[in-house]
Nanobody, 127 residues
């Protein structure tokens, strides 16, 4: 079992930046592939970014590519989402998710592929 706790959300003006953190406790963090998802009001939850167990492979959705960066620090049991040039369309609750094991070097894009979820952190971008 692993517990995930997100932090770093808040209110920011358009064009601003935030860094979300997701701290994991429990089993060895380097056994987990990680993902960041978000859910805006009235919309389905969507994948924002994902990273492989060792951090060697990563993915960013087209809507955030070039603005958001996912990174994983196995020594600190933490995954980050650096968000730059935020727009009101980025307003959502952001969730981190963990998948135990899986293939090294592979990231995962589907919600059903993740075993554990955090409680979410709100990001609000004002225009």
């Amino acid at each position: 079992q692993v517990q995930l706790v997100e932090s770093g959300g808040g209110l920011v003006q358009a064009g601003g930046s935030l860094r979300l953190s997701c701290a994991a406790s429990g089993r060895t963090f380097n056994n987990y592939a990680m993902g960041w998802f978000r859910q805006a009001p009235g919309k389905e939850r969507e994948l924002v970014a994902a990273i492989s167990r060792g951090g060697t492979s990563s993915y960013a959705a087209d809507s955030v590519k070039g603005r958001f960066t996912i990174s994983k620090d196995n020594a600190k049991n933490t995954v980050y989402l650096q968000m730059l040039s935020l727009t009101p369309e980025d307003t959502a609750v952001y969730y981190c998710a963990a998948r135990l094991m899986g293939f090294p070097g592979r990231y995962y894009s589907k919600e059903a592929e993740y075993n554990y979820w955090g409680q979410g952190t709100q990001v609000t971008v004002s225009s």
